[in-house]
């Protein structure tokens, strides 16, 4: 979260809950779908603010950089924004992202997750994305959640969840 941005929560689905089902266009071309995993591997679903913007890029590069630790743990990084998939191309083209980013341009899933929340910037309330993670393991289930994620060691902490 930016310095001086806050958030109120809507209800974030809880571990052992049922993940949301989404589909949504990914920048590997087609439709991505929670289905695609279920049974298969698990998945960290990431909810970051917006491309090409300091947090979010220091989120995502941290991801990117420990992908292959996630991948041996049998975990699959999806990152999530309102931002279009030519915005989002432009993001992993800049920063050799090498994950599948997800457009949520209408917030839908943003909102069946509880993460479209009020925010406050500069004394200016507005409707946006809190930086959040879940963990979801090959069972479809919520293993953990991450609300308000300060960026710095947080792919390490999602990696330890990961773990346990």
Not at 18 to 37: I, N, R, W
Not at 54 to 59: K, L, Q, R
Not at 76 to 89: N, P, Y
Not at 133 to 144: E, N, Q, R
Request: with cysteine.
């Amino acid at each position: 979260m930016l310095p001086g941005v806050t958030s109120t929560s809507n209800g974030l689905p809880q571990a052992g809950e049922p993940a949301p089902k989404f589909t949504l266009p990914s920048t590997e071309g087609g439709d991505v779908s929670l289905d695609d995993f279920k049974g298969k591997q698990a998945v960290v679903l990431y909810f970051y603010p917006r491309d090409d913007t300091p947090g979010c890029t220091a989120e995502a590069c941290s991801f990117r950089d420990l992908r292959a630790v996630f991948r041996e743990h049998g975990a699959e990084i999806l990152g999530v924004s309102t931002d279009s998939i030519r915005s989002h191309k432009k993001f992993q083209e800049k920063y050799g992202l090498t994950f599948p980013l997800l457009a949520d341009t209408d917030h839908a899933v943003a909102e069946q997750y509880g993460v479209w929340q009020q925010r406050k910037f500069m004394g200016r309330e507005f409707m946006g994305v809190a930086r959040t993670t879940f963990v979801i393991g090959k069972d479809g289930k919520i293993k953990a959640v991450f609300p308000n994620v300060k960026v710095e060691g947080h792919a390490d902490e999602v990696l330890e969840a990961l773990r346990d």
